[in-house]
């Protein structure tokens, strides 16, 4: 299956987006495709688009129960949403960046940050502080397939996901970077801590990721490998807490949600993670005093806990190996000192 590519109507009011439909494709309504192929789209949307003649099967009109087939071309055309300028907002935000030079920066991302612009979300990122760092320099690229919302973004981490995070600063960068993600060879290893006592010292997940049939804003691991996207974890213990666990994990691939989905797969979601359940007490026991506990922690770290700590990749100029590490935040460090803290408190009274 191609991607879709992007492209813009030369007045800028709408997106055009172009799907080749792989020769081994299954028979697919248009709707149920395009859903599993463009983020944020809602299928109300998509069915209302086919009705309106915007999405055309080889240049044709067609009804949103109509299924592809392989080879097909499915266009897709959608009117931008008003009220919002087509150049990111530079805002005046606090960048902390680890490294510097003319053809990159690596920054740390708080959590609670997002990376880039979109619905609901239209300011206060990372593309908004890189936007007003960059004024009077050189624009950053954009990635062949991203829309002009994303400037130097090579890859992302989740909004509650703190981190480091690389940026291209310029074409020659984005190219570099973006074959050495493609190609699996960029280094990168976060820490979790997750609900239960995980069963193995060391690991590796395997489990095509795709969009949750049901929850469109999730992601689920799926059994038969005709659908969602290869994906490969590998975790190692770092120290255990009776009823949570601490790992590291090391990315073989970068779906979407791809530690949070495959720790669920396992059984062990992120701790306070709200989206896949780590929000609640998923381990430990029924007494008044631990779920207090729990809660507690909860409002220590109000979101999941997950850290991107380390980035490895090959600089795209001058062919140096690069290495960054960030310490866990402060939040985090907070939650573990608490379970650490729980843990003294049961060897004591055993």
Known sequence: MEEGKIKEDEDRHYEHHEFLIDGNQVPMRVDKFLMSKMEGISRTKIQEAVKSGMVKINHGDCKPNEKIKPYDLVTVFFYKARGHSENVVPEDIPLSIVYEDDDLMVVNKPAGMVVHPGIGNWTGTLVNALAFYMKGKNELPIKEGNTNERPGLVHRIDK??????????????MTHLGKQFYDHTIERKYVALVWGDVEEEKDTI????????????????????????????????????????????????????????HMKYLGHPLFNDKKYGGDRIVKGTVFTKFKAFVNNTFKVMPRHALHAKSLGFVHPRTGEKMFFEEPIPEDFQGAMTRWRNYVASRKENM
């Open 206 to 261: 395997e489990g095509h990721i795709g969009r949750h049939p049901q929850h469109r804003m999730m992601r689920t691991v799926f059994a038969d490998k005709s659908e969602g996207k290869h994906a490969i974890t590998h975790y190692e213990v770092l120290e255990r807490f009776y009823y949570v666990t601490m790992i590291e994990c090391q990315l073989e691939t970068g779906r979407t949600h791809q530690i949070r989905v």
């Open 160 to 173: 509650d996901t703190s981190g480091l995070l690389v940026i291209a600063k310029t074409e020659a960068a």
